[in-house]
Each structure stands twice: as structure tokens, then as C-alpha cells.
């Protein structure tokens, strides 16, 4: 312990430092998952890589041993294709190993390899890792000699916050010149894994399809942490809405708690549920009308599978590092799905407007994984600042609501709009009628 009032003091002011330089970062080091992700099965049925390891953590798992032949045999292949030899792969990584320990935070990296082993095993995941993301669409199984079950799992550990290798060990092991074609090849495999997205449509991937486009968009933007720091860019690529708190009536921003409503509630106060794409997460949007104002809660597509979940859920743990700096866009958002969706039919209305896709055998078991793993999440109050105020407002507005249900019942077509007005006239002339004849 410190002695002292000064020394005391310096300690304290050294902690605060070190904790306002950890918050400057914006990208995140190597490191095991959070202790939240650990508990339960959670871990090993969503965390640990089934058929290869990428980086030090999961390193000489027996159950990966396989898994390490393909890496080798991918590295080989790599170098063949580049016209480089493995020892001169090697050495590039090696002259590098003192910075590149620094960018990972696992405390066993020091005592477990030595610079040699390290730079060994860099290379050969790094080699590997870049061959896999060159076959475009991973649908190649012959071209990397491996089986289309066991290439399903290769995706799903790319993506595994455990399993991740720095850019900068990428960077090392490709020429100046091919760096572009790097990225873009990041880029367009985290494309196809982007499970907020209509799955399977090439009208909703332009990235896969603009080449112009994909060239601009890698060389604004810098380099990516890693491979799932680039899924997570992809997803949060698309503009943020321009609904701010301004919008509000002032009254509102005193309120002192947000009553949450579930999706059949809100469609019942007259607010349509959409779809929405290459936007913004979620948005809400009002439009005034004469009598009634119209409200409607977009969403963004979600697919949730077998492939998808571990990728959600460990882009989720990736937003609770400590040292990564970010706003909890994508858990805001699952915990805002989770408060939207109390059970089953709410899960068949959003999937009926095409924003929930599951293959996860009913609609039961999609409600509760939205309720088991939103108790865990933390909804960060200014990731969509406006939604739940917004909602709030129109709800509780009631002569908006009849007026917007008497709309929605009776003239949302041609057909509804002549009888209600067949019956206005026959109810008219029936009261004058009715006069006349006094």
C-alpha cells in the first residue's frame, strides 16, 4: 500500500489515466470472451471453435488437431499461389513479433510460446486465414480439400472472438500492392455473414456485385481490428437515422420512465411494423395528416440459425471488451427486440413483415432465446435515443389511435371506401327522410 498523501494520490491519478487511455481506444486487443459469455453452456456451445483455432487462445486444443493439418495444408497452398517461400513468410513475421505480442491482452501468450513458436503460429493462421477469404463465396470445398459439413464450421469459428488474428499479421504476409485486394476479400466474406440482411439475395448484397462500389468503400475506411471487427463495421455500415431528440415534445423528455410495449400491442395503437433495408438498425417515422398521424417502427431483417446465433452472440460479446470502444448498437438492439417481443406471436408478426427468419424450429423457442439472452444485456439509452419516446408519445395519444384505426378498418381499399360511404349516404337520407315526414 501507499504511504503518504502524495503517493496515494499519484496512484489514484495513475489509475485514472490508464483508464482514460484504455477509453480512447476504439479497436480491441486479442482476448479471451467476457466473463458474462462463460457462464452456463454459452461458452462451449457458442465460443469455442469447433474445427480450427486462430490465434493463441484455443492453440493445441486436441480436439482441433485436424483442424491444424487444414491450416497447414492452406498455408502451403498460399505460398504456392504467391510465389513465396514459407521461411521468408516467416522470418517477415518474426522481425515483427515484439509489436505484434502487444495486440493481444491474453496474459498466457507470454508464458506458453516462445518469439519463435508465436511468429510459427501467426504464420501458418495468418497464411491459412487468407487463403480461405480468397475463395470468394466459400462454397469451394475441392479448392481447399475439406468437407462441406466441416467448411460450415470453419465459417462459424472465423468469426469467434477467441479466434481472432490482428490485421497487422495479414498486412505482414501479403505484398504492398495486394493490400486493397486483402480488405475487399474481408469485406466481402463478412457480406455474406451478415446476418441482418435478406439471406441469399443479390439485390440486397450490392457490395458483392458493385466492384467499383467494393474498391471505394475499402479504401476510405482504415484497416479493421480483425476479422469479426470487420463484420461488425459491415453491419453498422449504413447510416444512422436523422430522427434526434429535437423532435420531441418537450414535455416528454421529463418523463420519468418508458413503459415498454410488445409488437401486437403497438400494431394494435395503429403503428405499422416494416421491414426496412440498407438503413439504419431501427427508426421510427411519423407523417401528419389532416385528421390523424400515421407511425411506423422499421426494422432491420434478422436471420437467426445455426450459423448465425454463435456469430450474433460473440459480435455481442465483442461490443463488451473493455477496451473497445463503441456505442452497444447491436446489443441495444437485441434488447430492444427482446422488450418488443413478449411471446410466440410476436415473433409471428415480425416474421410475417419479413424481419425475423429462423430456422429454429418454432416460434417458442425464438421468443425464448430473445428473453434468455436479452436478461443478460444492457440497453444503452443513446443508441436509438428517440425510438422508445417517440413510440411512447404516439401511443398514449388516443384520438390518434381511433382515427388511425377507423382508417385502417374502413378505407384502406377502393371496395371498403364505397361502402362506407354507401352507408354514410343511406344513413343521411334515411334521417331526412325521416324529417320530411313530420
Not at 466481402?188 to 441469399?200: D, T, W
Not at 455500415?237 to 418537450?250: A, H, I, N, W
Not at 465483442?318 to 477496451?323: G, R, V
Not at 424450429?361 to 421468443?367: E, F, I, M, Q, Y
Amino acid at each position: 500500500m501507499a504511504s503518504g498523501s502524495e503517493s496515494i494520490s499519484l496512484v489514484l491519478q495513475e489509475a485514472r489515466q490508464s483508464m482514460e487511455r484504455d477509453y480512447e481506444i476504439s479497436s480491441s486487443k486479442i482476448q479471451p470472451v467476457p466473463r458474462l459469455f462463460k457462464e452456463g453452456d454459452k461458452y462451449d456451445k457458442y465460443c469455442r471453435p469447433k474445427v480450427i483455432s486462430i490465434g493463441p487462445i484455443h492453440h493445441g486444443d486436441p480436439k482441433l488437431k485436424r483442424g491444424e493439418q487444414y491450416k497447414r495444408m492452406w498455408a502451403f497452398m498460399f505460398a504456392l499461389d504467391n510465389r513465396q517461400e514459407p521461411d521468408d513468410l516467416h522470418k517477415r513475421v518474426l522481425d515483427n513479433i515484439v509489436d505484434l505480442r502487444k495486440l493481444f491482452s491474453w496474459d498466457e501468450i507470454e508464458k506458453v510460446y516462445n518469439d519463435e513458436d508465436l511468429a510459427f503460429m501467426l504464420m501458418v493462421d495468418g497464411c491459412s486465414l487468407i487463403y480461405i477469404l480468397g475463395r470468394d463465396h466459400l462454397l469451394e470445398e475441392k479448392a481447399l480439400n475439406i468437407k462441406i459439413d466441416e467448411l460450415f464450421f470453419v465459417k462459424r469459428d472465423l468469426l469467434l472472438l477467441e479466434n481472432q488474428l490482428p490485421y497487422q499479421v495479414l498486412k505482414l504476409l501479403v505484398h504492398d500492392e495486394m493490400e486493397v485486394e486483402l480488405k475487399l476479400s474481408m469485406r466481402r466474406f463478412c457480406e455474406l455473414q451478415n446476418m441482418f440482411k435478406v439471406k441469399y439475395s443479390s439485390q440486397h448484397r450490392p457490395f458483392l456485385t458493385e466492384p467499383e462500389r467494393q474498391k471505394q468503400i475499402v479504401e476510405s475506411t482504415g484497416p479493421p481490428s480483425h476479422i469479426l471487427d470487420c463484420l461488425y463495421n459491415t453491419v453498422l455500415s449504413f447510416p444512422e437515422s436523422g430522427q434526434t431528440m429535437d423532435d420531441l415534445p418537450v414535455r416528454l423528455l421529463d418523463q420519468e420512465q418508458i413503459t415498454y410495449r410488445s409488437i401486437r400491442e403497438l400494431k394494435a395503437s395503429a403503428i405499422q411494423i416494416e421491414r426496412i433495408e440498407n438503413d439504419a438498425l431501427a427508426s421510427f417515422s411519423r407523417s401528419k395528416g389532416c385528421f390523424f398521424d400515421t407511425a411506423r417502427l422499421r426494422l432491420r431483417p434478422l436471420i437467426l440459425d445455426d450459423s448465425t446465433i454463435p456469430i450474433l452472440l460473440n459480435l455481442i460479446a465483442y461490443e463488451m471488451c473493455s477496451d473497445f470502444k463503441n456505442d452497444f448498437h447491436i446489443s441495444s438492439f437485441i434488447k430492444f427486440l427482446d422488450l418488443l417481443i413478449d411471446d410466440p406471436e410476436d415473433v409471428k408478426e415480425l416474421r410475417r413483415e419479413g424481419i425475423l427468419q429462423h430456422s429454429l424450429g418454432s416460434d417458442k423457442h425464438v421468443s425464448e432465446f430473445f428473453n434468455i439472452i436479452g436478461s443478460g444485456l444492457v440497453q444503452n439509452p443513446h443508441a436509438f435515443p428517440f425510438l422508445n419516446h417517440v413510440m411512447e408519445w404516439h401511443y398514449k395519444n388516443k384520438f390518434r389511435i381511433w382515427m388511425a384505426e377507423a382508417y385502417y378498418t374502413h378505407c384502406r381499399s377502393p371496395l371498403t371506401i364505397i361502402a362506407l360511404t354507401a352507408a354514410a349516404t343511406l344513413l343521411i337520407l334515411t334521417i331526412i327522410q325521416t324529417i320530411n315526414s313530420f
